[in-house]
């Protein structure tokens, strides 16, 4: 329990950092383009809103033993987006901030065994309760950044990406349409396979920051902080998934 109240708490301050600046945003800027292609802050901020109720749901489900999926679509889950997008920054404000509330009670109730049942998401396979925590952290704080409005990866916790860098690096392991590289971030010695396997070490060597690393590999940094060992450009990566 010392893990889950641990990471409720990484969740609470990640959240009030968010609000603190969705609350300096006004109607006209909620509707000002994200750093997302095709959605305003105002669908980042309801994303984020219900994404607390579907991984709530995945709580329920723990805590219950009775299945509850986390949205009941891929296409209700865009319609919610796509409906609350638009609304006052005042009440996007509040539903980010009820929508956290609600969270963190759901999982306040969870008892030590319910964090072990298995659970799963709209896509991808079946994962124990605990990591719907890890899953929180992460959409809160990435998409902070994709709010543009001022967070940027070098804001990002220390903790916070010494724990995301290995799973979302990890993630571009073996992927054919990732540019064969290693990346290592300064201060650590591990060293991260980014696409295909090969025979032979890859050639090109990234090294830097390790905010800037990740911010790098998630898509949501230029990579400006980053050396490349050969001398030559920075590769351009796929989407994170």
Do not use: K
């Not at 033993?65 to 949205?71: A, L, Q």
């Amino acid at each position: 329990m010392d893990e889950v109240n641990n990471s409720l708490a990484r969740i609470a301050a990640a959240t009030d950092r968010l609000l603190a600046t969705a609350s300096t945003l006004t109607d006209a800027q909620m509707r000002e383009p994200s750093s997302l292609p095709g959605w305003t802050r105002g669908h980042v901020l309801t994303h984020i809103a219900r994404n607390a109720d579907g991984l709530g749901n995945l709580l329920g489900w723990a805590r219950t033993g009775t299945e509850i999926p986390m949205y009941a679509s891929a296409d209700v889950r865009e319609a919610d987006i796509e409906a609350g997008a638009g609304r006052s920054a005042a009440d996007l404000v509040a539903d980010i901030r009820v929508s956290a509330t609600v969270f963190a009670a759901e999982a306040s109730s969870l008892s030590g065994g319910a964090w072990t049942v298995s659970v799963r998401a709209l896509n991808g396979p079946p994962f124990p309760a605990l990591g719907v925590l890890d899953r929180r952290l992460s959409e809160v704080e990435i998409h902070h950044v994709d709010l543009a409005a001022g967070c940027s990866p070098g804001d990002w916790p220390a903790d916070f990406v010494a724990n995301t860098l290995p799973r979302v690096a990890d993630s571009f392991t073996g992927r054919l349409d990732a540019p064969p590289c290693q990346v290592q971030a300064a201060g650590s010695p591990a060293l991260y396979l980014i696409g295909p396997e090969q025979d032979e070490p890859p050639r090109v060597i990234i090294h830097g920051p390790p905010a800037e690393v990740l911010g790098w590999l998630t898509g949501r940094g230029n990579g400006n902080g980053l050396t490349v060992g050969s001398g030559d450009a920075l590769p351009e990566l796929p989407p994170w998934r």
